[in-house]
């Protein structure tokens, strides 16, 4: 038995789910996460001063990078043709939090694209500045929204 969960088979197999006879509809996913750091690798972040370069600026490609290879990573995603894919980044004090959007017209979401991008962003900073602090703490990493397709908009309860 499966509990309705539809990445398994009626044998309990994973499966990739049949999405051919869904409707094509606009979707977006919103998702977000934090790196937090001690307050000099946040100047230095901030100063552009780290030894490997521009801190966001990789990042951001990065978390494009990723969100357009999500399926290569995450085992049944389907691949998407994104039409958007956008990184923020914002720098305070004590780290960065990560926003990614991401967009297509298909016939599936784009949440795990969204989260990937959010991830990879995040460990990209961390590569980044580990010099300058190993202790950085990635967390809040989550969905908080999705809009689109047959189950509709879901946003996350505000915390």
Request: glycine share 10%; aromatic share 2%; charged share 20%.
């Amino acid at each position: 038995m499966t509990g309705g969960l539809t990445h398994l088979d009626e044998d309990g197999s994973a499966r990739m789910v049949d999405v051919s006879n869904k409707v094509v509809t606009a979707r977006q996913a919103v998702a977000t996460g934090r790196i937090t750091m001690n307050r000099d690798a946040a100047a230095a972040i901030a100063a552009g001063q780290v030894k490997k370069g521009d801190v966001l600026a990789v990042a951001r490609i990065a978390g494009i990078m990723a969100a357009k290879r999500t399926s290569d990573l995450i085992p049944l995603c389907h691949p998407l043709p994104l039409s958007s894919v956008t990184v923020d980044l914002n720098l305070d004090e004590e780290g960065v939090t990560v926003t990614v959007a991401a967009r297509t017209a298909g016939q599936t979401g784009v949440e795990m694209e969204a989260l990937t991008g959010a991830s990879v962003a995040l460990l990209t900073i961390y590569d980044m500045a580990k010099a300058l602090d190993k202790a950085m703490i990635i967390d809040g990493v989550r969905l908080l929204s999705k809009t689109g397709g047959k189950s509709g908009d879901w946003h996350a309860p505000a915390s």
